[in-house]
């Protein structure tokens, strides 16, 4: 406390005694505005954000460009819905292995090695296009083994974030983190479709293979990240001990089922290329605005993210940010008028924030230090082997019967379930945040 009786840190001109987390001692810029006190506190976590973030924009190029050439190869929605597949199987076998991986080996090291391993296949890919290799089952195996660099990748570098910063700053390690998936999301898919327009298939996958340096140079500064062998056992982490703990825990779970509803259900990305050009006559451009308008909501909803905050009912806020993202989606589906559906997608992003951001909170006030990993590895079958699975069937039903019906059929049945959920899930409704019960 300081001699007038606040705490230290608290802005000049607070009432003596009034809490720093009150209203009254948060500017209103900190209380809108994602705060950026991690980037300034950590050179190592600031390497990581800008690596990641970089990366990230050639992920999403990539993503793209290998939809658009699947589709060009095929003109089939079932044949893109496939690279979604492809990449299901290797994200939830070494996405739950990777996690224990990453509670056991040194973080550093299996980020560094699979980072590399991404950017050796992206080198591929461009090697291929430029040598006129334009052949589906390349094109899927390459899906197959990105999968299963980033099932080794994610949970390590999730891992490292406590390790670099003290626990009162995660929170905000988290929405910047959020930012940055988001971001790439939507610069990544602009790009790509502007850049497979002019340049071809081979100069996104290229850029994709340079943009990964950055990645691994922030990584290669990082410190050893041995786990905390005091907390843990020597032996190597299980998978199933995971699983038990997770099973222990019914609110963590109910997170990954209501992500599920709105990741499976109604995912209509693969059908972007198809709808692209039979609803509003477009071509690759066009698909990358379709593919980039969720991330624009979705940056936004990170970017002005001070008020979630104050709200306490996470399960409630969950709940109903899954449901917004359904009605937004079954709308889209209706809709044939391209900026239109673009601002319902970027609603739809936005929710998706919201829900994304109660999420994680949830999962770290239950996830002790020495299952963060394994945690983790289930996190990231969840929220990206879900919009693949969701990819696979919005192609299917695409397929049987028409785009229209895929998108606003995913959506209502989102709502649903949602609906389902909560009926089940009362203690999840419940949930509040000054008393966590996982």
Partial sequence: ???????????????????????????????????????????????????????????????????????????STFSVGLVGLFSLVPLI??????????????????????????????????????????HVWFLYGIVALQAVCAALSSPARSAMIPRLLPPEQLPAANALNSMTTTSGMLIGPMLGGIIVGYGGYQTAYLIDAVAFGAALYAVWRLPSMLPDRDRTTAKRASVLDGLRFLATRPNIRMTFFSDFCAMILAKPTALFPAIAVLWYGGDARTTGLLVAAPAVGALLGGVFSGWLGGIRRHGVAILFAVAAWGVAIAVFGLTRNLWLGLLFLAVAGCADTVSMVFRNTMMQAAAPDEMRGRLQGVFLVVVAGGPRLGDFLAGSVADLTSPAVAVTGGGLACVLAVGLLALRGRGFVRYDAREPTP
């Fill in 1 to 75: 406390m300081t001699a007038t009786g606040t705490p230290p840190g608290t802005p000049p001109g607070t009432p003596a005694g009034t809490p720093p987390d009150t209203p009254a001692s948060v500017p209103l810029r900190r209380r809108i505005l994602a705060d950026l006190t991690p980037l300034r506190i950590s050179a190592h976590y600031r390497r990581l954000w800008f690596g990641s973030t970089i990366s990230w924009v050639g992920q999403g190029m990539t993503t793209l460009a290998i939809s658009l050439q699947v589709y060009d190869i095929t003109r």
């Fill in 93 to 134: 076998v070494f996405g739950l292995y990777g996690g224990a991986v990453a509670d056991t080996v040194d973080r550093r090291a299996l980020g560094l090695y699979s980072a590399a391993g991404s950017a050796g296949l992206s080198a591929a890919l461009a090697t291929a296009a430029l040598a006129g290799f334009h």
